[in-house]
């Protein structure tokens, strides 16, 4: 089984960027479609972005036109770059397949928005 491995957060102010990456150990991720999910405490993790394995993408609305998923095939990297971020943005960040598979949750990157 593989494993995912995020990287890439921190602390950005408000209207910041801020690019975040999933590698992947394995090449089956590839024909995976795949995903950025993300959760703060007390809520559910929720799914914000989705590429599929021939990268078509799905974003939900509250970060629509501000995100963008993509991913390198030949490195098995997830991107999600992240732009016009808003404080309501702060949360841990994973990727996983999507649907998502209980056994390749990672340690997440935590992305922080504030001033």
């Known amino acids: 089984q593989g494993q995912l491995v995020e990287s890439g957060g921190g602390l950005v102010q408000p209207g910041g960027s801020l690019s975040v990456s999933c590698a992947a150990s394995?090449?089956?991720?590839?024909?995976?479609?795949m995903g950025w999910y993300r959760q703060t405490p007390g809520k559910v993790r929720e799914l914000v972005a989705t590429?599929?394995?021939?990268?078509?993408?799905i974003y939900a609305d509250s970060v629509k036109g501000r995100f963008t998923i993509s991913r390198d095939n030949a490195k098995n990297i997830v991107y999600l770059q992240m732009n016009s971020l808003k404080p309501e943005d702060t949360a841990r960040y994973y990727c996983?397949?999507?649907?998502?598979?209980?056994?390749?949750w990672g340690q997440g990157t935590q992305v922080t928005v504030s001033s």
């Open positions: 394995g090449s089956i991720f590839r024909i995976f479609a």
């Open positions: 590429i599929t394995s021939g990268g078509t993408t």
């Open positions: 996983n397949k999507v649907p998502w598979q209980r056994g390749y």
